[in-house]
Structure formats: C-alpha cells, structure tokens
C-alpha cells in the first residue's frame, strides 16, 4: 500500500463557514477544528457529511485553541455548513502505478506544487471526479465503499485485458478491473470510466473488447476516451509506442469505432454510454454530437462535451442577439484560447462580431511550456499569455479562458497570478466560459473578474479541486 502524502493541514481544520448556516450560529470560525462527530472520529470530509445527517449532532472541535464540545440540533440532512481545508485529513493516497503514459512524469519544474502530486485515492473520486485505478485498495478500503456507499466512482480503466492494462500501468500485481467492478456492482455503486488511448497499444481490437467488456457491466453508466497527452519530456518519446499523436485519420477512425458502439448502447440502453473526446472530432474535422447524445455530458470535466455546450450556449445568445433582447456597445475585443478551440471561436467570434458590431478577434496561444501537442486552454500558462499578447497592441477589453486557472481563480499553472498577467499585459483581464459571458461582460460595460483588484470567482465546475489550496494556489 502507498503512503499517502503528509497534509500541512491540521486534521480537520475549517477553511470556511457559511453565512446564515448552523455552524455560523453555533460560533464556529475558520481555522478551528473538528476532530469528531457524535463521539466517531472523522478521517475526511466524507466521515464528516455520514455522521452529520442526524437530527441531533455532537462535534467535538478545537476552537480558539481550546478542545470542546458543539451541540447542533438540526433537521435531518440539512449540511452545516462547514467547509475543510483538505479532503484527505490522513494525506492523499499516492499512485503506486508507472504508466508510461503519465502526464505528470514530465511535468517541467517551476508549476504549482500540487501539480507533482500523484493522487489516486478513491475519496477524491468520489468527491470530485477525479479519476483512480483502484490498485491500491484494502479490505478496509472496500468495506468502507460498501459501509458508505460511494458513489459514483471515476476510474482510469485504460483496458480490461488483464495484461494489457498491467503494462499499460506499468504494475505486474494490479488487480482485475472487471473483478472489480463486479464487486462495485454488488455494493451498487456506478462508475464512470476512462480509456487514454495509446496508438498502437489499446486502440483497434484492444479498444474493442474494453468497451465490450464495460458495457457489460450495467453500473457502468459512462465510458469516456481521450487521446494520450504529452508534456515536453514526453515530446522527445513520440518515437516509442503509444506516445505520439492521433493523426486526423486515426482520429475519424476512433470516433467512427466508437459511433458503433454508441449505437449499440443506444439499443441495449437507449442512452449513448460511450464518447469519444472532444480533442477526436476537433482533431478529424467531424461533426460535434448534438446535446442529446452526450446523456447529460457525465464526463464534461474530461474534455467530453465542452464543445458542444459552447455552440449551444452560442445558438441561444445569438438569438437574444438577433432579437434585440442582447445589446452589446460597439467594441473591440480580443479573445485568448489554446490553439484546438480556435478554429470554432474564431467562427463564434466572426458571426458575434457581424450581429453585435463588436470586432472581437481570437488568438490562438502555443504552449511551450508543455508543448505543442498540449492544445487546449485549460493548461496555458500565465507566462505563454504574456509571451504571446505582450508584444501585440491589444484592445481594451482581453478575455481569457476561466479553465486556466485554479480552482479559487488565484494562480495559472506556473503560479503567475491574474494581477501579475495584468500588469504585464497593461489590460485588465476578464475570464469567461462562453460566448455569452464575453458579451455579457462587455455589455456591463465592467469585467466580471480580474478587475480592480478582484479576483476571479471559484471554479464551481472544476473537479480538481484537491490539486490546490488558497494559499498555494
């Protein structure tokens, strides 16, 4: 079993209070702690929520320094509204796999810190989608899920093959996936589930029998693939199997794989089950889906889907736009984004700025810190905005993606902060998800973050939340 990384954080420690919540009235302030609930110790926050559904609840705390007792009477399930610090009060569980395909192994120095971490631990699955591969559970581990329920879980399948999916991870003793998630069954408890498509390794007929073997499985309500990323280290590895690039080809091909599976979970399930990433359709030139065919888009945070809520978020605002219900003051705008979206946005962007009046262009920003194959805007840092807009005479009003921030909005990849990009840039900033927000915005006339001192909201659709703290960014 892996150790788990050592929090900084005491165990327990509040973050923040609700206004207006029980805990608010009971006193209770950031910076205290909980250490127990109705007499049982609590490990994590998902301790916390189990034994605080109770009509009567009794927390023992560390407030002002000093141990004692909370007693909170409450209608059952209603939260009190206590927010932790961390999510692990134990310290994360680390990956204890050597996938050659890892993403973090080249991550270049000078990034967040918690960027290093390998997390694999199933109460941040649970928590907040974060995806693991279940080779590092215990029996206790497994007696919890089924105490507690855990559900859904996102797990990094990759192949059900059971050798394969042990190169794969580069671990000889990981258990047998599909053994496991008949145990998650048996405790029903869902999954959602991953494949990183490697060339020549898991696609084709590998690809083939782990959809198969998935769909198998009813408490496998999503199977999301996504290509194989690379950083800079895994750039100068593009020659070995598996690390190199779709081809637009390849990927019409995955996507062309997979709409025949889609077909078939459409006749067993009448819902779609499987999906490609966006990075496929984008990459071959294809057809986005239509909302109906992503059941709800479970798997939005994993690239899956995004597109298609930008172009939909586009169709309704361009009809307020034609109708008069949206006015927006003549402006010029410049929009920022990572180079696989620019070609929508900029067509997003050319029909905004012919209904509008608004002359809002788009700048696709290469990634050097990563590479050139890390395409999407999620993973721009501060530094290579400030590269490639600072030499440029920029509008008033610059927009840039929200997803490349933190979760609290505090700090891009390389720790560079909003008001730091600000004053490089001489622009104040403003971060959106959509087309509606930057015409929103620009119609306000003010931004909606980043001005004036204000930092941008927290990212409440983000599942990476433990991968920062307020203070480290």
């Given at each position: 079993?892996?150790?788990?990384?050592?929090?900084?954080?005491?165990?327990?420690?509040?973050?923040?209070?609700?206004?207006?919540?029980?805990?608010?009235?009971?006193?209770?302030?950031?910076?205290?702690?909980?250490?127990?609930?109705?007499?049982?110790?609590?490990?994590?926050?998902?301790?916390?929520?189990?034994?605080?559904?109770?009509?009567?609840?009794?927390?023992?705390?560390?407030?002002?320094?000093?141990?004692?007792?909370?007693?909170?009477?409450?209608?059952?399930?209603?939260?009190?509204?206590?927010?932790?610090?961390?999510?692990?009060?134990?310290?994360?569980?680390?990956?204890?796999?050597?996938?050659?395909?890892?993403?973090?192994?080249?991550l270049p120095k000078g990034l967040r810190r918690p960027l290093y971490i390998k997390d694999d631990d199933y109460r941040l699955s649970f928590l907040h989608g974060n995806f693991v591969t279940l080779?590092?559970?215990?029996?206790?581990?497994?007696?919890?899920?089924?105490?507690?329920?855990?559900?859904?879980?996102?797990?990094?399948?990759?192949?059900?093959?059971?050798?394969?999916?042990?190169?794969?991870?580069?671990?000889?003793?990981?258990?047998?996936?599909?053994?496991?998630?008949?145990?998650?069954?048996?405790?029903?408890?869902?999954?959602?589930?991953?494949?990183?498509?490697?060339?020549?390794?898991?696609?084709?007929?590998?690809?083939?029998?782990?959809?198969?073997?998935?769909?198998?499985?009813d408490n496998v309500v999503s199977i999301g693939v996504v290509p194989v990323g690379s950083s800079m280290e895994g750039e100068a590895r593009i020659g070995e199997p598996g690390m190199r690039a779709?081809?637009?080809?390849?990927?019409?091909?995955?996507?062309?794989?997979?709409?025949?599976?889609?077909?078939?979970?459409?006749?067993?399930?009448?819902?779609?089950?499987?999906?490609?990433?966006?990075?496929?359709?984008?990459?071959?030139?294809?057809?986005?889906?239509?909302t109906g065919r992503y059941d709800g888009f479970p798997q939005w945070e994993n690239g899956i889907g995004m597109t298609r809520t930008l172009i939909d978020d586009w169709t309704k605002t361009r009809?307020?736009?034609?109708?008069?219900?949206?006015?927006?003051?003549?402006?010029?705008?410049?929009?920022?984004?990572?180079?696989?979206?620019?070609?929508?946005?900029?067509?997003?962007?050319?029909?905004?700025?012919?209904?509008?009046?608004?002359?809002?262009?788009?700048?696709?920003?290469?990634?050097?810190?990563?590479?050139?194959?890390?395409?999407?805007?999620?993973?721009?840092?501060?530094?290579?905005?400030?590269?490639?807009?600072?030499?440029?005479?920029?509008?008033?009003?610059?927009?840039?993606?929200?997803?490349?921030?933190?979760?609290?909005?505090?700090?891009?990849?390389?720790?560079?902060?909003?008001?730091?990009?600000?004053?490089?840039?001489?622009?104040?900033?403003?971060?959106?998800?959509?087309?509606?927000?930057?015409?929103?915005?620009?119609?306000?006339?003010?931004?909606?973050?980043?001005?004036?001192?204000?930092?941008?909201?927290?990212?409440?659709?983000?599942?990476?939340?433990?991968?920062?703290?307020?203070?480290?960014?």
């Amino acid at each position: 079993m892996p150790r788990p990384r050592r929090s900084t954080v005491p165990a327990g420690a509040i973050r923040a209070i609700e206004p207006d919540s029980l805990a608010n009235e009971a006193g209770l302030l950031p910076g205290d702690q909980v250490l127990a609930v109705n007499g049982q110790p609590i490990r994590d926050p998902i301790d916390y929520r189990f034994q605080t559904t109770e009509q009567l609840v009794e927390l023992e705390v560390i407030h002002a320094g000093e141990a004692g007792f909370v007693d909170i009477e409450k209608p059952v399930d209603e939260p009190l509204g206590i927010e932790f610090e961390d999510d692990a009060f134990d310290g994360t569980r680390i990956c204890n796999n050597k996938c050659f395909f890892c993403f973090l192994k080249g991550l270049p120095k000078g990034l967040r810190r918690p960027l290093y971490i390998k997390d694999d631990d199933y109460r941040l699955s649970f928590l907040h989608g974060n995806f693991v591969t279940l080779t590092n559970l215990s029996e206790d581990d497994w007696q919890r899920l089924e105490e507690q329920r855990l559900s859904p879980l996102h797990i990094s399948v990759h192949a059900t093959d059971l050798q394969l999916r042990r190169s794969l991870l580069g671990n000889r003793t990981a258990p047998d996936i599909l053994e496991q998630l008949k145990r998650l069954a048996d405790m029903n408890i869902e999954a959602h589930t991953q494949v990183v498509l490697c060339p020549g390794v898991n696609d084709g007929t590998a690809l083939d029998r782990t959809v198969s073997d998935l769909l198998s499985h009813d408490n496998v309500v999503s199977i999301g693939v996504v290509p194989v990323g690379s950083s800079m280290e895994g750039e100068a590895r593009i020659g070995e199997p598996g690390m190199r690039a779709h081809s637009p080809v390849e990927a019409m091909q995955v996507v062309r794989q997979l709409r025949r599976w889609q077909r078939v979970a459409r006749e067993q399930r009448d819902a779609s089950v499987v999906f490609p990433s966006d990075e496929f359709y984008l990459t071959a030139g294809a057809q986005i889906p239509s909302t109906g065919r992503y059941d709800g888009f479970p798997q939005w945070e994993n690239g899956i889907g995004m597109t298609r809520t930008l172009i939909d978020d586009w169709t309704k605002t361009r009809r307020r736009l034609r109708s008069g219900r949206l006015n927006v003051p003549p402006t010029d705008a410049l929009l920022a984004c990572g180079t696989l979206i620019a070609p929508t946005l900029r067509r997003l962007c050319e029909e905004a700025s012919q209904l509008s009046g608004c002359r809002i262009s788009v700048a696709p920003i290469e990634n050097t810190l990563f590479g050139s194959r890390v395409n999407v805007s999620g993973l721009i840092p501060g530094g290579d905005f400030a590269a490639a807009l600072g030499s440029n005479d920029l509008p008033e009003r610059v927009f840039l993606p929200r997803a490349s921030l933190d979760y609290f909005g505090n700090k891009f990849l390389d720790d560079v902060t909003p008001a730091e990009l600000e004053a490089r840039l001489n622009r104040p900033l403003t971060f959106v998800y959509s087309m509606s927000e930057l015409l929103e915005s620009i119609k306000e006339g003010a931004e909606q973050d980043g001005r004036d001192g204000r930092q941008p909201r927290p990212n409440l659709r983000s599942n990476g939340r433990s991968w920062t703290t307020p203070e480290a960014g």
